[in-house]
């Protein structure tokens, strides 16, 4: 009986400490205000992102092996939408380092206030998965949250892309 108890609490345990490990990235920033909700990434401690103070649109980093999310806002133009956020980002994206051309980029719209971009960038000994996940908020900014993931196959990636269909970033 006793054994038995033990045993039962033990799972118990574990199934609490699994389903609170299931829940995802879940974090709210207060000015412009929303919420960015990824399932398939681990919570981690955001901090100030470490160019906030010369850019402030550079607001939040954390880093969870093998995990990085920075979250970014700059100013838009007044009232613009999300899709209008998410085609500007785009534009934008051309240009930076380790994005390849837009025909090898995977785009979607995901609700109608997010959308995606995701891609993987070679690097020796493995391919950084990367994921923007794209909206607006408070009529005056874009929202781009940047999510990497360190892998050792080109083949995550088709993974990757399932994982981010349930991201969201909700407006408040």
């Known amino acids: ?18 389903s609170c490990g299931a829940a995802g990235f879940d974090f709210e920033v207060a000015a412009p205000k929303f919420r960015v909700s990824l399932p398939a990434v681990p919570q981690m401690k955001m901090d100030l992102h470490p160019k906030s103070a010369e850019q402030p649109q550079f607001r939040y980093q954390g880093v969870e092996a093998p995990y990085t999310v ?3 806002t700059p100013a838009a133009a007044a009232g613009m939408t999300p899709r209008e956020c998410a085609s500007a980002t785009l534009r934008s994206m051309a240009g930076r380092p380790g994005v390849p051309p837009p025909a090898q980029l ?23 998965l990367n994921a923007h996940v794209l909206s607006a908020a408070g ?3 874009c929202i781009e949250v940047h999510v990497t993931k360190a ?9 990757w892309i399932d994982e981010f269909e349930k991201a969201r970033i909700k407006p408040n």
Do not use: C, P, W
Not at 151 to 159: G, R
């Open 1 to 18: 009986m006793r054994r038995t108890l033990f045993l039962l609490g033990t799972t118990l345990i574990l199934s609490a400490s699994l």
């Open 70 to 72: 920075s979250i970014f």
């Open 106 to 128: 995977y785009k979607a719209q995901l609700n109608d206030a997010t959308f995606v971009v995701i891609y993987a960038s070679t690097f020796v000994g493995g391919v950084q």
């Open 139 to 141: 009529g005056a900014h």
């Open 151 to 159: 892998s050792m196959l080109t083949e995550d990636l088709e993974t």
